[in-house]
C-alpha cells in the first residue's frame, strides 16, 4: 500500500509542529520533519552560522530531502539527518525513519517544492498573527536553542519575517485546509483528519 503524505506549512511557531503531534497520535503516523535538512555549515564559524539565512529555502537540502520524501512515499526506510540548533551543524548521527500507513511531512516549507507538494495527500496551512508567533519564537529559541531575546529579536525581524512573506505565506494558495494555529487543538485535528480519511478511503 502506497503511504498517504500530510503535509502542514506555515510560518515559524504557528503551530504546525503541536498539530502534527496531535494528528501522528490520532493515525500512527511516521513523522519527517524538514528542520532535519539544513545544509552543513561545519566550514562556517560559529558566529557567521549564527548570522545564517535559515529561513530560505535554499538554506535545506532540497535535494536530500526530495529523495527521502520520495522514498518513504514508495514504501522504503530512509536514514534521517540529524541536526542541532545550538550548533546549526549536522551531527554525526543520522535516524531511522520507517514509513508507515500516513507520513506527516512537516515544516516551513512542506508546500513549496512542487515534487513534494504533488506526493501530498492532504496539504495544510497553520495561519497566526505574527505577534503571537514572535512571542512563541522567543519562548522556544531561549528554551530549546540556548538564544538570548536579542539575537532572536535581531534574526526575526532580519530573515524570519521577510523570508516567510516571500517564500512561506504564498503556499497558502497550494492547502487544502487553512487552520488558525491558538485554535482549539481538537477542532484543528478534527478538520484535518475529516480530509485526510476522505482522501486515504478514495486511494
Known amino acids: 500500500m502506497t503511504p498517504y503524505l500530510i503535509g502542514i506549512a506555515g510560518p515559524s511557531c504557528a503551530g ?20 532535519s535538512y539544513y545544509r552543513e555549515l561545519d566550514h562556517l564559524s560559529i558566529v557567521q552560522r549564527a548570522h545564517w539565512n535559515f529561513d ?5 537540502d532540497s535535494d536530500l530531502l526530495i529523495e527521502d520524501v520520495r522514498k518513504l512515499y514508495k ?3 530512509i536514514q534521517k539527518p540529524v541536526y542541532d540548533f545550538t550548533t546549526h551543524s549536522r551531527t554525526k548521527e543520522t535516524e531511522l525513519v520507517e514509513p508507515r500507513k500516513y507520513i506527516i511531512v512537516e515544516g516551513l516549507f512542506a508546500l513549496y517544492w512542487d515534487d513534494i507538494a504533488d506526493l501530498l495527500g492532504t496539504k495544510v496551512f497553520v495561519d497566526l498573527g505574527e505577534d503571537i508567533c514572535l512571542e512563541r519564537r522567543i519562548e522556544r529559541d531561549i528554551r530549546e536553542r540556548g538564544r538570548t531575546r ?7 525581524h532580519t530573515t ?11 503556499t497558502r494558495t497550494k492547502a487544502d485546509i487553512v487552520v ?10 478534527a478538520v484535518v483528519l475529516n480530509h485526510v480519511l476522505a482522501g486515504s478511503a478514495s486511494k
Open 75 to 77: 514504501g522504503f526506510e
Open 56 to 60: 530560505a529555502p535554499d538554506a535545506l
Open 160 to 170: 524570519v519575517l521577510p523570508m516567510a512573506k516571500q517564500y512561506v505565506h504564498p
Open 180 to 189: 488558525t494555529g491558538d485554535d482549539n487543538i481538537d477542532n484543528e485535528v
Open 16 to 35: 504546525k509542529s503541536y498539530l502534527s503531534r496531535h494528528i501522528a497520535e490520532k493515525l500512527d503516523a511516521t513523522m519527517f520533519h524538514l528542520d
Open 150 to 156: 536579542e539575537s532572536v529579536l535581531e534574526q526575526y
